[in-house]
């Protein structure tokens, strides 16, 4: 039995091919969800949109601290684990969630599954980087993307018997549900929008948003940009982000703010937008895959592959190096090759899983 541990929006839609995977092979797993999203925006909508089964088990830890988030994680994944007694966890990424999950895995003497292992920022103020190595160094199978993350495992010393070179199940999920997306969705002609004739923007990182500084400098070039090239800048807030606008009492004129959307929605924005500028990783890898050119605001990126193939850039979040970085992508031809793998990577790691 596999326990597949997740509970933030970037892991239900990687881990979609695995758990696709899984009902194709007739595996038996269970879905145990941590609630570290819990908004119906942030979480349920993409079950449904992504037609997966419900999860078996719902913590609903919600938000807080690092430590006391992690802590309730940990109790409850522990519960959970002693009363099902899986073969594998598998935890994606770097979250607190990944984290919890696979802590409570290894004290149990449960082994541990680590999708997308060998990611790093190089950057130990990322609380995520933190989670990433932790994972790393106590995971018995580590399913790396790419030969850069490869690399990152192999010289941190960890044994290459436990890593597997299996592509990331973005790759999948991206091009799945594309298809899905582009029958279904009228995002486009809800927001009066034309392929290729706007901007989309992410930002939800901790170290971007609870700054004033660094969320106001972010959104004085959206307006640049937006003013400079005639062109609308749209903007989904995370619930964090939008939150934090207001505490701090800034403007988002001149930016088209949307609320959260669902993936498919989300998906199709992306792949007609004339450029992405995110801090958020998953979508540096998204905006590579769609081939639509991106500028990170942030200063580093556990994602470097789209850096060495000049699909992205790092702008960080002063204005005139986001306008400067912008206009340079911004007459760039897509013409580059996915890094990432293809299609195949959830069917791998549940063979892998199977044959262990």
Request: proline share 5%; charged share 25%.
């Amino acid at each position: 039995m596999i326990a597949i541990v997740l509970g933030t929006r970037p892991e239900i839609i990687k881990m979609s091919p695995i758990i696709r995977a899984c009902e194709a092979r007739g595996v038996d797993y269970f879905i145990l969800h941590t609630g570290q999203h819990y908004s119906y925006e942030m979480d349920r909508i993409f079950f449904e949109e992504l037609r997966l089964p419900a999860a078996r088990y719902r913590l609903d830890v919600g938000s807080g601290p690092h430590g006391e988030q992690t802590g309730k994680m940990l109790a409850g994944i522990e519960a959970v684990l002693l009363k099902e007694s899986p073969d594998y966890v598998v935890a994606l990424g770097d979250p607190n969630s990944a984290l919890a999950g696979a802590l409570a895995a290894a004290k149990l003497h449960i082994p541990v599954c680590h999708v997308e292992a060998g990611r790093r920022s190089y950057n130990r103020m990322m609380p995520e980087e933190i989670n990433r190595v932790i994972i790393d160094q106590i995971a018995d199978r580590l399913c790396t993307p790419t030969e850069v993350t490869r690399g990152n495992l192999l010289k941190e010393g960890i044994d290459e018997r436990k890593i597997i070179l299996t592509g990331d199940p973005i790759v999948s999920a991206v091009r799945e549900n594309l298809a899905v997306a582009q029958e279904t969705s009228v995002i486009l002609e809800e927001m009066h929008l034309t392929p290729k004739g706007y901007l989309l923007v992410t930002a939800h990182r901790a170290e971007n948003v609870d700054s004033k500084e660094r969320l106001e400098s972010i959104l004085t070039a959206l307006r640049a940009l937006s003013a400079g090239l005639s062109l609308p800048v749209v903007f989904p807030l995370h619930p964090r982000t939008e939150k934090k606008i207001r505490e701090f009492g800034l403007s988002l004129d001149g930016i088209q703010s949307t609320s959260p959307l669902g993936y498919f929605d989300f998906l199709y924005l992306e792949a007609n937008a004339r450029l992405v500028l995110t801090d958020s990783g998953c979508i540096q890898e998204e905006a590579c895959i769609l081939g639509v050119p991106c500028v990170t605001l942030r200063d580093d990126t556990e994602r470097p592959e789209t850096l060495a193939i000049g699909c992205n850039v790092l702008a960080g979040t002063d204005p005139d190096r986001i306008i400067n970085a912008s206009q340079r992508m911004l007459s760039l031809e897509a013409g580059w090759k996915n890094p990432f793998g293809d299609e195949n990577s959830g069917t791998c790691i549940v063979k892998l899983l199977c044959t262990s």
